[in-house]
């Protein structure tokens, strides 16, 4: 069984298209996160939920909507797709928010 | 604020020689500290923790990484690289001392070992 899953692994679109990325854990974690990796491979955190409670939201733009259904998943939609969004992104969960993060495998987007 | 910094790019090593992955943090509390490392197009795979106690961490695969508080550092080593070592390796940090304070990652170094 996958820790954490995250789907699609790979999504190509069109500047301007809306796109979802869906993640969920079966290890009982009570947190859950987005991070951002770039081409240069930098990991940047996006969002944080406890408990489906938003508790990190750096600065990201609007167009970047988490939606946390229950403890278990966290979902990201992305409004009006640029280029920049071009990424690799990573879910990850933990129990509390200081301890061992578990990843997904990642969902490559590549903006057209 | 917390940020942690890994000054090295990328690290070569023969097979068998030891290696170092430097890694050094900035916080204003008490840290925890964090290894993890990246094979190709996988998710980031945790190798091992410093919350407390020893300053001498072991974790997974052979690696250990020792805190040294008064450098600010906590360096990734192991004594004999293997090829299959070959991957990014990610230092984070979080600042203990404060709750909304999250896990900031490093910008990764390559390992390389050749055979």
């Known amino acids: 069984d996958t820790a954490v899953s995250q789907t699609p692994k790979y999504l190509v679109t069109q500047m301007g298209n809306d796109k979802s990325i869906k993640c969920e854990q079966n290890?009982?974690?009570?947190?859950m996160y987005w991070y951002k990796q770039d081409s240069k491979k930098f990991l940047k955190i996006m969002f944080s939920y406890n408990n489906k409670e938003l508790i990190i939201n750096e600065t990201v733009p609007n167009r970047f909507s988490p939606k946390s259904p229950d403890k278990a998943h966290l979902n990201l939609h992305i409004n009006s797709l640029e280029l920049g969004d071009s990424a690799v992104y990573f879910c990850a969960s933990s129990l509390g928010g200081a301890n061992v993060l578990t990843f997904g495998a990642g969902s490559r987007l590549t903006v057209l | 604020a917390q940020s942690v910094a890994q000054p090295e790019d990328q690290v070569n090593v023969a097979e068998g020689n030891p290696l170092t992955v430097k890694c050094t943090y900035s916080v204003s509390g008490n840290p925890y500290l964090f290894w993890y490392v990246q094979y190709p197009n996988r998710g980031l795979q945790f190798l091992l923790k410093y919350i407390t106690g020893d300053n001498l961490v072991k974790g997974s695969y052979g690696f250990e990484a020792e805190f040294n508080k008064s450098q600010t550092s906590f360096h990734l080593k192991k004594p004999s690289a293997l090829v299959s070592d070959s991957a990014l390796y990610f230092c984070?940090?979080?600042?203990?001392?404060?709750?909304?304070?999250?896990?900031?990652f490093g910008s990764g170094t390559r390992l390389s070992i050749r055979p």
């Open positions: 984070a940090v979080r600042d203990i001392s404060s709750s909304a304070s999250k896990i900031i």
């Open positions: 290890l009982g974690h009570d947190t």
